[in-house]
């Protein structure tokens, strides 16, 4: 039903893998030929992933906060892979759904410390390998909100805002390499991502959706994998919008 491509190749790690939108793509990546580890913080949601593959896949436990997490993270997986050919990095969190006036300096440094520097991070661990292999594709998740900018997710936001820069600059700077480094603006899925903010919230962000309902994980693979194959080998430094119309830029 799904687009094929040959990935039979290719070595890919997924943050945020064990579950939601990573544990997904991840799941696509694999049907068509990927290797795949999975980086997560939860190592108990890490080895239940295990068993959405009809294939053995690594999974390397990790705080993408914590640059030192990540470059032992990066030493675990090239040990037992020569080539690191995708990265999806999808790992983060919400934070609380609460006015920007009344979030505390400790609830927003969380979040801007996983959600943009953790994929900083993960970004600056992994491109040297693809650097020197002379190839690679990635794609950094990050949100409608971060163009839109929602209310009650100040942090969040700010966060996506963030990594949607840090990717326009990396994609450029690797532009002459045969490596591409992309993003993607999803609206709201249907993850458990949201039992981290209000029923309001929630409701909230799907009225603002014009297709009048939440963005598929099955959806946003789809754009994610072809993003991630070979055949994606011009396009760099953009951000993909699959916000259902929200967002018309
Ligand atoms: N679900 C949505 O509505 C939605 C919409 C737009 C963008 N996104 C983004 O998509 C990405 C995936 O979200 P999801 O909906 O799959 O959520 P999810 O909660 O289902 O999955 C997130 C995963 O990231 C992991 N994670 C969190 N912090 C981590 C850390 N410090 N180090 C390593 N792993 C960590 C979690 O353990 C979890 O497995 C996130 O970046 C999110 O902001 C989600």
Redesign the pocket.
């Known amino acids: 039903m799904y687009a094929k491509y040959d990935m039979s190749k290719e070595v890919a790690i997924i943050?945020?893998?064990?579950?939601?939108?990573?544990?997904v793509c991840a799941q696509r990546l694999a049907e068509n030929g990927a290797e795949i580890i999975l980086?997560?913080?939860?190592s108990e949601?890490l080895e239940a992933a295990k068993a959405a593959f009809n294939k053995p896949v690594a999974t390397i436990q990790?705080?993408?906060?914590d640059p030192q997490s990540v470059a032992a993270a990066m030493a675990a997986s090239t040990k037992h892979h020569s080539r690191i050919t995708q990265l999806l990095?999808?790992?983060?969190?919400?934070g609380p759904a609460v006015p920007t006036l009344d979030y505390t300096a400790e609830d927003w440094c969380q979040v801007i410390d996983?959600?943009l520097n953790?994929t900083f991070y993960v970004n600056q661990a992994v491109l040297p390998t693809m650097k020197a292999q002379n190839y690679g594709r990635i794609v950094n998740?990050?949100?409608?909100?971060g163009k839109e900018g929602n209310p009650n997710a100040g942090a969040?936001s700010a966060s996506?805002a963030g990594v949607i820069g840090l990717t326009k600059t990396l994609g450029k700077e690797m532009a002459t390499y045969d490596i591409a480094v992309n993003c993607i603006?999803?609206?709201?899925?249907?993850?458990?991502?949201?039992e981290?903010i209000t029923q309001q919230h929630i409701d909230y962000?799907l009225s603002k959706i014009p297709r009048g309902r939440?963005?598929l994980?099955d959806e946003i693979a789809s754009m994610v994998a072809w993003l991630l194959s070979a055949e994606n080998s011009f396009t760099t430094a953009s951000v993909f919008d699959i916000s259902g119309g929200r967002a018309t830029y």
């Not at 980086?39 to 939860?42: K, P, S, T």
């Not at 603006?185 to 949201?194: D, E, G, M, S």
């Open positions: 943050t945020g893998g064990a579950m939601g939108i990573g544990l980086w997560d913080r939860d949601a990790v705080d993408i906060s990095n999808s790992a983060g969190i919400a996983i959600n953790g998740v990050a949100s409608v909100a969040y996506k603006t999803p609206a709201a899925a249907q993850t458990r991502i949201l981290q962000m939440f963005v994980t």
